[in-house]
């Protein structure tokens, strides 16, 4: 089976993780997001925030996980497969920050693609800072247009997900999908 491969994309604090564990409750197969686990673990090596120490380090950490996720969800036998995240967010991140980065991120980006990418806006009245959240709202609206233009440049259409309850959003990217 050859699963469709769906982002969910945004900056931090657009409810992609409560879309995402809503798809879960409906039964969707759904990958998550891997920076926090690379976050955690960074703590637990006694750096408190690997991407703003060692951005690089945690790009690559990032890009390998996501490329892992990539390959398990070609692997899935759902018709439908979603990721909090995709590759080219962390290119994103990367120009957000103006580092730069090794080619084979690009490539990497280029090689793995997926089906659909729903992206989210920033919503002010949703956003909140939390321990691997270091982002104020106005630098998760840069981060968003960094996105949109990294997606936009690997040759994607990207779907906005409006604004609306947890409900009203999961069935406005089901129904897109049923759509297409």
């Given at each position: 089976?050859?699963?469709?491969?769906?982002?969910?994309?945004?900056?931090p604090g657009t409810g992609k993780t409560?879309?995402?564990?809503?798809?879960?409750?409906?039964?969707?197969?759904?990958?998550?997001?891997?920076?926090?686990?690379?976050?955690?673990?960074?703590?637990?090596?006694?750096?408190?925030?690997?991407?703003?120490?060692?951005?690089?380090?945690?790009?690559?950490?990032?890009?390998?996980?996501?490329?892992?996720?990539?390959?398990?969800?070609?692997?899935?036998?759902?018709?439908?497969?979603?990721?909090?995240?995709?590759?080219?967010?962390?290119?994103?991140?990367?120009?957000?920050?103006?580092?730069?980065?090794?080619?084979?991120?690009?490539?990497?980006?280029?090689?793995?693609?997926?089906?659909?990418?729903?992206?989210?806006?920033?919503?002010?009245?949703?956003?909140?800072?939390?321990?691997?959240?270091?982002?104020?709202?106005?630098?998760?609206?840069?981060?968003?247009?960094?996105?949109?233009?990294?997606?936009?440049?690997?040759?994607?259409?990207?779907?906005?997900?409006?604004?609306?309850?947890?409900?009203?959003?999961?069935?406005?990217?089901?129904?897109?999908?049923?759509?297409?």
């Amino acid at each position: 089976m050859n699963p469709k491969k769906i982002v969910i994309a945004g900056g931090p604090g657009t409810g992609k993780t409560t879309l995402i564990n809503a798809l879960k409750k409906r039964n969707f197969k759904c990958f998550d997001e891997v920076s926090r686990q690379i976050t955690l673990q960074a703590r637990q090596d006694g750096i408190e925030q690997l991407f703003l120490t060692e951005p690089l380090l945690f790009s690559e950490k990032l890009l390998e996980g996501r490329i892992q996720q990539f390959k398990d969800a070609a692997e899935a036998t759902e018709a439908f497969v979603f990721l909090d995240r995709g590759l080219p967010d962390v290119i994103a991140y990367m120009d957000f920050i103006g580092d730069s980065y090794p080619q084979h991120f690009v490539e990497a980006c280029a090689q793995y693609t997926y089906d659909y990418i729903f992206i989210l806006a920033p919503w002010k009245a949703i956003f909140t800072s939390d321990n691997e959240r270091y982002e104020n709202f106005e630098e998760a609206t840069k981060i968003h247009q960094h996105l949109i233009a990294t997606y936009t440049r690997f040759g994607y259409q990207l779907i906005d997900v409006p604004f609306g309850s947890v409900a009203t959003r999961t069935d406005f990217i089901l129904e897109s999908l049923t759509l297409q």
